[in-house]
């Protein structure tokens, strides 16, 4: 599975950016966005780090 941002409450702050220790979240034409072929939900880390950090609580679990 991967973490997927709702583009209706995003903001596009960022602060989940610099936290994807996959490298997973961008920017595509001011939208932010979680590619889920490398997202791997922070297995390693416990809980996924971007939520932990979105002051919007924008990003769930994808379906």
Do not use: F, H, Y
């Not at 961008?26 to 939520?51: F, H, L, Q, Y």
């Amino acid at each position: 599975m991967a973490m997927k941002i709702d583009p209706d409450v995003c903001t596009a702050c960022g602060d989940c950016e610099p936290e994807c220790p996959t490298v997973s979240i961008s920017m595509k034409k001011g939208v932010v966005v979680i590619n889920p072929s490398s997202c791997d939900e922070c297995v390693d880390e416990g809980a996924p780090r971007c939520v932990a950090v979105c002051p919007v609580d924008c990003i769930s679990q994808a379906a």
